[in-house]
């Protein structure tokens, strides 16, 4: 095969990974506390497929990695008791059949037992590492900008936000989970501050991700048009070498 093929396949591979990123991020613009992301590329010196004199490395484009854009979203107004919205670098704690995990997911919600839950039933966790418990007859939930729960005079707990040292750290794990894959124990962020009755809307501009979508699209069929020339050229070549003289 002609290195121009091999290269522009490469291209492809990373061309389709974006393309999928950038599908994900939109069909995600509505998703409460989703964060826009972003493929990263690099490229990689090789031999030629085929060498001549003097002939110099050829470059091919290889996948390096999704970067995140933990950016701020919008937060929008709901009304909920048990909707959260986080306002700075910060992340819930929640306890999961994997281990903790963290989210900016807050709409919460109280299952039957009293606890303080995700939408899929995970507890959330307070700043020591236990569940959340309410009771439904002691009146109103309020949720201070500090995470301090209280029902009436009665404080119940205090919702965790902590945040790794390195945001690279964390990886998704499915359901709008982040988890942590180094062995240092996120801390608290004190900075950040919790709205009650709020939730921050995904940072993804769609507009941005829609011409993004059309631009990676466009480079697609680029790169496909050129390999398909370079291939109409080799196979031209062949005949014109074959033919007897």
């Known amino acids: ?15 389709r990974r974006e393309l999928d990123i950038v599908a994900n991020n939109i069909a995600n613009a509505n998703t409460t506390g989703f964060k826009v992301e972003e493929l990263m590329v690099r490229t990689e010196p090789a031999k030629p497929a085929r060498t001549a004199g003097g002939a110099n490395p050829v470059k091919f484009v290889l996948d390096d990695g999704v970067a995140r854009d933990f950016g701020q979203g919008a937060l929008t107004q709901t009304g909920g008791d048990f909707d959260l919205a986080l306002e700075g670098q910060g992340f819930f704690k929640v306890s999961t059949a994997g281990g903790e995990r963290y989210t900016r997911d807050g709409r919460f919600t109280m299952n039957p037992d009293g606890k303080l839950v995700t939408q899929n039933g995970q507890p959330v966790l307070d700043d020591g590492g236990g569940e959340i418990l309410l009771d439904p007859l002691k009146g109103p939930v309020t949720i201070a900008r500090d995470g301090t729960v209280s029902q009436g005079a009665e404080r119940s707990g205090k919702i965790a936000v902590v945040r790794p040292t390195d945001l690279a750290s964390f990886r998704k794990d499915g359901d709008n989970l982040y988890r942590n894959t180094t062995n240092d124990t996120p801390q608290a962020a ?56």
Not at 1 to 15: H, I, K, P, W
Not at 198 to 209: C, F, R
Not at 214 to 228: C, F, L, P, T
């Open 190 to 245: 004190p900075d950040a501050m919790i709205h009650q009755g709020m939730l921050e809307a995904s940072n993804v501009q769609s507009i941005t991700q829609i011409t993004k979508l059309i631009e990676v699209s466009r480079a697609y069929e680029s790169v496909a048009k050129m390999m398909d020339q370079t291939s109409e050229l080799s196979r031209s070549a062949v005949e014109r070498l074959g033919k007897p003289q």
């Open 1 to 15: 095969m002609d290195n121009a093929l091999y290269v522009g396949l490469s291209r492809q591979m990373t061309l």
